[in-house]
């Protein structure tokens, strides 16, 4: 347990190291603005399903989802948490624009940053834990997320654009169909042992799985050149990025670790030492790229949002880590 925290820096670094190559090309002009998007929007629309599907495929059972049921309703409580917090913090440092400060500071990076770092820590039970959350957490996006963002209560508006997230419809086909279906016998038999049905079921899952494993480099590269593609100073937005990058960055993580621990030492609630340490994993993590995405579409202040968008990806390389470490030290029970 010690060394997990650099487990976490590795994965940051390796991650970072990626996102700046892609700030590279967009400054080399390799990658324009416009080739950006549409990969964007390629690994949003295939890619990532494909990744979810084959995954929900080969790590849920009908078993597991009997003890699993409550992680996308907690990955709903992380972003009603993230922008709790936000909100109050708004009050307290007196912001100007409340609704994109609370957009900000709620809206981490809930699955391309810390997937492969839950991975690496617990395996595939892990990646089965950051996909769960997936669920619950685009419900709150596209919601809650997008009724502060535009200064508005939810509406059923709102809700209708959860039918048109394919990894968000990916997550769900994938579940419901591993929990009356399994693959794993056909993956792990001999592929000239397979009749002509399973080869094809087999082949169609392979390429769907070839075609997830570009999701995570593919995001990093574009999230890259969309930091990269900024021209704008500073100075001028300093107070409000230093308030949303010690927020995000700091403060809800670490709130986020309090409440977990009155949670189970003070009231008695037993809660899976794996889930919580993902938890305060995914509350740690930067604002999310397509924050200002949403800024732009929906009346938020895009340009605030970038420069968080960069200033919490950059100093997220230590602060992860470092939030990791101290979390790792609590005597949860």
Same mark, same amino acid.
């Given at each position: 347990?010690?060394?997990?925290?650099?487990?976490?820096?590795? !994965?940051?670094?390796?991650?970072?190291?990626?996102?700046?190559? *892609?700030?590279?090309?967009?400054? #080399?002009?390799?990658?324009?603005?416009?080739?950006?998007?549409?990969?964007?929007?390629?690994?949003?629309?295939?890619?990532? =399903? &494909?990744?979810?599907?084959?995954?929900?495929?080969?790590?849920?059972?009908?078993?597991?989802? #009997?003890?699993?049921?409550?992680?996308?309703?907690?990955?709903?409580?992380?972003?009603?948490? !993230?922008?709790?917090? +936000?909100?109050?913090?708004?009050?307290?440092?007196? $912001?100007?624009?409340?609704?994109?400060?609370?957009?900000?500071?709620?809206? +981490?990076?809930?699955?391309?940053?810390?997937?492969?770092?839950?991975?690496?820590?617990?395996?595939? &039970?892990?990646? @089965?834990?950051?996909?769960?959350?997936?669920?619950?957490?685009?419900?709150?996006?596209?919601?809650? +997320?997008?009724?502060?963002?535009?200064?508005? @209560?939810?509406?059923?508006?709102?809700?209708?654009?959860?039918?048109?997230?394919?990894?968000?419809? &990916?997550?769900?086909? *994938?579940?419901?169909?591993?929990? /009356?279906?399994?693959?794993?016998?056909?993956?792990?038999?001999?592929?000239? %042992?397979?009749?002509?049905?399973?080869?094809?079921?087999?082949?169609?899952?392979?390429?769907?799985?070839?075609? *997830?494993?570009?999701?995570?480099?593919?995001?990093?590269?574009?999230? +890259?050149?969309?930091?990269?593609?900024?021209?704008?100073?500073?100075?001028?937005?300093?107070?409000?990025?230093?308030?949303? $990058?010690?927020?995000?960055?700091?403060?809800?993580?670490?709130?986020? &670790?309090?409440?977990?621990?009155?949670?189970?030492?003070?009231?008695?609630?037993?809660?899976?030492?794996?889930?919580?340490?993902?938890?305060?994993?995914?509350?740690?993590?930067?604002?999310?790229?397509?924050?200002?995405?949403?800024?732009?579409?929906? *009346?938020?202040?895009?340009?605030?949002?970038?420069?968080?968008?960069?200033?919490?990806?950059?100093?997220?390389?230590?602060?992860? =880590? /470092?939030?990791?470490?101290?979390? %790792?030290?609590?005597?949860? #029970?």
């Amino acid at each position: 347990m010690d060394n997990n925290w650099l487990i976490v820096l590795s !994965g940051i670094i390796s991650m970072l190291l990626v996102i700046l190559l *892609g700030m590279l090309v967009r400054k #080399k002009n390799i990658l324009s603005d416009e080739t950006a998007t549409k990969v964007s929007h390629f690994v949003v629309d295939y890619c990532m =399903p &494909a990744m979810v599907l084959t995954f929900m495929l080969s790590n849920v059972t009908r078993e597991s989802m #009997k003890t699993d049921w409550y992680l996308p309703l907690l990955g709903a409580v992380l972003i009603l948490f !993230g922008f709790l917090v +936000g909100y109050l913090l708004s009050l307290a440092f007196r $912001v100007k624009e409340k609704s994109t400060h609370t957009f900000l500071v709620g809206m +981490g990076n809930w699955v391309y940053l810390p997937l492969p770092i839950a991975i690496a820590l617990y395996g595939e &039970a892990g990646g @089965r834990v950051v996909l769960l959350f997936n669920v619950g957490a685009q419900v709150m996006l596209w919601s809650v +997320g997008v009724a502060i963002i535009k200064r508005e @209560r939810p509406s059923l508006k709102t809700f209708a654009e959860l039918g048109k997230n394919n990894g968000l419809i &990916a997550t769900i086909f *994938g579940i419901a169909l591993a929990c /009356f279906w399994s693959i794993t016998p056909i993956l792990k038999t001999n592929f000239a %042992e397979l009749s002509i049905p399973f080869m094809a079921i087999r082949t169609v899952y392979t390429s769907l799985d070839m075609l *997830g494993m570009l999701t995570i480099p593919l995001t990093l590269v574009v999230s +890259g050149a969309q930091i990269g593609a900024l021209n704008v100073s500073i100075s001028r937005y300093l107070r409000p990025i230093i308030e949303i $990058v010690s927020a995000k960055l700091l403060i809800v993580p670490l709130f986020g &670790a309090c409440a977990f621990y009155l949670l189970t030492s003070f009231c008695g609630i037993h809660i899976d030492h794996m889930v919580m340490m993902l938890s305060i994993l995914i509350l740690s993590m930067p604002t999310a790229v397509s924050c200002s995405l949403f800024a732009e579409r929906f *009346g938020g202040n895009s340009i605030i949002a970038a420069l968080a968008i960069l200033y919490t990806t950059l100093l997220s390389c230590v602060s992860v =880590p /470092f939030i990791f470490y101290l979390a %790792e030290h609590v005597p949860f #029970k």
